[in-house]
């Protein structure tokens, strides 16, 4: 079983940056590609990034490309987002997930962290 946990959201004025960080639990996280999603009131949840176990593929929604970049550090069992020129729009609540190698479903989800962003 893999825990993962997300941590950085909060409150930022539009044109701010932040760094969201979801940090994983057990041996497994390095092998696993993990994704962030997010979801906004009212809206169905949607794919935001993803990155390879490696760190070496990435793939980005194509609204948030050039402004959010996807990272991982498996040393530390961590996957970063780091979110640049946010806009009113990307304000939702934000999950990562991971996935095993060639599978397509995400397995495990964390409860998710907050961000709000101010015009």
């Known amino acids: 079983q893999v825990q993962m946990v997300e941590s950085g959201g909060g409150l930022v004025e539009a044109g701010g940056s932040l760094r969201l960080s979801c940090a994983g639990s057990g041996r497994v996280f390095s092998t696993l590609a993990i994704g962030w999603f997010r979801q906004a009131p009212g809206k169905q949840r949607e794919f935001v990034a993803d990155v390879n176990s490696a760190g070496s593929i990435v793939s980005y929604l194509d609204s948030v490309s050039g402004r959010f970049t996807i990272s991982r550090d498996n040393a530390k069992n961590l996957v970063y987002l780091q979110l640049n020129s946010l806009k009113p729009e990307d304000t939702a609540v934000y999950y990562c997930?991971?996935?095993?190698?060639?599978?397509?479903?995400?397995?495990?989800w964390g409860q998710g962290t907050q961000v709000t962003v101010t015009s």
């Open positions: 997930a991971g996935r095993y190698r060639g599978q397509m479903n995400y397995d495990y």
